[in-house]
């Protein structure tokens, strides 16, 4: 039932040479790297789908953008531009422009988060989970147990668990400074996140008087999949129902390098004046004066054309098509895919197809060993090497419930053949997954261990006790 990939919306105007290698050769630059894929050389890579963040293809006009940027350093022209469209698409009173999401968390965290308050989210990404931790708060997830399963068959499995908030929000109201929701929730498996549940969010929100923040990064393929999945919004366009979602909100964390498709850039936003204040004399001592941030003039205008592309109904088509071109494709496999697809990235339960490997092996990383082996393809581990922590409240170790595996498909990057060889590698992997093995961690740091940690196989040397991960 393999739908057909989607006509691609743009054509190709430059091109990018790709090096085409051989399975010896990737099995020196995975010696090299340890076996992190994150350590792998770009070049050693066939189809590289580790993110979609700041991966994208930039248009003509973007690059045209680049080329108009105001550099001045105060009310530069590029910052007008931007603020017009940010206005009318965010609509939040106030914004600052940043380096990058996580600029924009920490920022954020920084002037609301205390020692033992806890955040909640429908799932915290790792960036936040670690601007989370680094002030001593708690991180607290709280999916619908459906949306954990990957075969159950629900068109918003972002959605945030009310009652279960409800249950956080009167035990400890005290403790929690703001509410969080992520869109669309990269953690768990790309799923969209419905309106009705952002209202009822909302409300929740003001019975308990929290602030609601969202991570917005994938807003707009979130604003996508309302319109053609949930009742009462098909004749609404991306632009309006995104601006329905963040009326909903206080503020938002956003990440450029995904739907506004630049390489390099992020946001804060928010209405709350005093907060705003603090927020931008922060950012004046980290990122830059207000009007730049921790951006050049000509990212601003860059970003500025990418919210305009990137919010567009007919590019989201095509964008969410090719998701679900290589969703089908993989399931007509054999693959066991997180369903139903989600915006940006297909995610492969590898625990389930590796279930010979426990989960204190790591089944996820070794599958995208292995597919880096076959076909030079690079995904990235979603499972226990990434989202472990210790808890600081009871020092035990938590995992999350599913070992994933994300093939993030980079905006307007790759075609149906690069796409078609992932599908054929991951065919060649299938077929000998039995004799796949597990693989233990030989190194690693005390935050964010996935970027730099080292591996070797399981049967090998002496590896280190899982729990020394972010015990202070
Ligand atoms: C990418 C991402 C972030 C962090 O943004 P950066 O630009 O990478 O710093 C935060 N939350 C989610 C859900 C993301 O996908």
Redesign the pocket.
């Known amino acids: 039932m393999t739908r057909k990939h989607p006509f691609e919306p743009f054509r190709i105007k430059s091109i990018e040479n790709l090096r085409i290698t051989n399975r010896a050769e990737r099995e020196v630059a995975l010696k090299e790297a340890n076996f992190n894929i994150f350590k792998i050389q770009a070049e050693d890579v066939m189809v590289d789908l580790l993110t979609d963040?700041?991966t994208g293809a930039m248009s003509s006009e973007q690059w045209a953008s680049l080329m108009r940027g105001d550099e001045s350093y105060a009310g530069s022209r590029s910052f007008d531009r931007l603020e017009r469209v940010v206005d009318e698409i965010f609509g939040f009173k106030h914004f600052l422009p940043t380096h990058?999401?996580?600029?924009s968390?920490g920022i954020l965290m920084s002037l609301l988060v205390k020692p033992g308050n806890l955040i909640p989210n429908n799932t915290h990404?790792d960036?936040?989970a670690a601007h989370v931790l680094a002030r001593e708060g708690i991180p607290e997830n709280l999916l619908h147990d459906y949306s954990k399963n990957p075969s159950y068959d629900h068109p918003f499995k972002g959605n945030i668990n009310l009652d279960a908030l409800r249950q956080v929000l009167e035990k400890n109201t005290d403790m929690i400074p703001f509410c969080m929701i992520?869109v669309t929730?990269?953690?768990g498996g790309g799923q969209p996140v419905s309106l009705a549940n952002l209202e009822g969010l909302r409300k929740l929100c003001d019975e308990f008087s929290k602030p609601l923040f969202i991570?917005a990064?994938?807003f707009a393929e979130n604003a996508y999949l309302i319109q053609q999945r949930e009742d009462g919004y098909s004749h609404m366009s991306v632009r309006e129902i995104a601006r329905k979602m963040f009326s909903l909100a206080d503020g938002a964390?956003f990440?450029?390098?995904?739907d506004a498709i630049v390489n390099i850039g992020?946001l804060l936003l928010m209405n709350d004046k005093e907060l705003y204040e603090n927020a931008r004399n922060e950012l004046i001592m980290h990122e830059g004066f207000p009007t730049y941030g921790g951006l050049a003039g000509r990212d601003l205008d860059a970003m500025a054309t990418g919210l305009r592309e990137g919010t567009e109904d007919d590019y989201l088509s095509y964008r969410t098509s090719q998701v679900a071109w290589l969703f089908d494709s993989l399931k007509d496999i054999g693959v066991p895919v997180f369903g139903p697809p989600g915006g940006h990235a297909v995610y492969v339960d590898a625990g389930s197809l590796l279930d010979h490997i426990p989960q204190s092996e790591f089944p996820a990383q070794s599958l995208a060993v292995e597919l880096y082996l076959e076909g030079g393809v690079r995904a990235v581990e979603i499972g226990s090497v990434m989202l472990s922590f210790i808890s600081p409240e009871t020092g035990e170790l938590v995992t999350p419930p599913l070992e994933l595996i994300r093939l993030a498909i980079p905006r307007r990057t790759y075609t149906e053949s690069h796409l078609q060889h992932v599908v054929d590698s991951f065919k060649a992997v299938v077929e000998r997954k039995e004799s796949l093995r597990g693989l233990k961690i030989t190194k690693q740091p005390r935050l964010l261990r996935h970027f730099t940690c080292d591996f070797d196989w399981v049967e090998n040397n002496e590896g280190i006790e899982l729990s020394s991960l972010l015990s202070s």
């Open positions: 963040s700041g990058q999401g996580r600029a968390e990404f960036t936040t992520t929730n990269n953690a991570d990064c994938r964390t990440s450029a390098k995904k992020g």
